[in-house]
């Protein structure tokens, strides 16, 4: 006959098994457990997006979790889970999830490295040329009329009206105004016509390139303010990151069996 002192310990045993399992949970709802990692992983969500991790935040989170298992089961109840749109959308979801979770795992093994940054970063100060425009256009699709606008300026208009006739509807409203930039954020044919000019001065012919005709004005122009390396290293990473991504993209495309 099992003595007092051993049932005591066998009881102690069984309660101290249990606290583990316990503690994987935060809730059993209808027979249904809510696990604990599911809080870690909300708050690590919320950490990303500029939360603090407290108390009251994670108490929040429970209260949230328990609603929606609530809610899922009631939902599993009518069936919900099996309607077809519904099904589309928990794919599309899962699909979400863990094409994010793939391409963490391959930047983790596949880094920028900062050599490449700085690679990148020589090409952007290249780009720039040691100059910065303040140039306005008037963008249309005919060269006649590109040669039109431009008898109008020599004849005294004013650039900033004419320009409200351009297609460059967002330019267009500004009087033409496409504020300042180096010559690498314009096309080729643009950038070239847009140096040529001196301070004040307007192309004397039109310049074409794939959107269509343009008339340029070169308000002034300036030294490049170009930032330091460690102001835009983040944007620099984040850029290389994408090529790579993309890069890794079109890698498995090929190898993909596509019918």
Known sequence: MMNLKNAR???????????????????????????SARVDTMVQQMVQQGQQDTPEMRAMIKDELINREVLTQEADKQGVANRPDVKNQIDLARQSIVIRALATDFLVKNPVKDEDMKAEYDKFKAQSGGKEYHARHILVDKEEDAKALITKLKGGAKFEELAKVSTDSGSGAQGGDLGWAPPGAFVKPFSDAMMELKKGEITQTPVKTQFGYHVIKLEDERDAKVPGFDEVKGQIAESLQQKKLQAFQQELKKKAKIQ
């Open 9 to 35: 310990l066998l009881v102690l045993m069984a309660a101290s098994a249990a606290v583990p399992a316990y503690a994987q949970n935060i809730a059993v709802v209808n027979g249904k457990p809510v696990p």
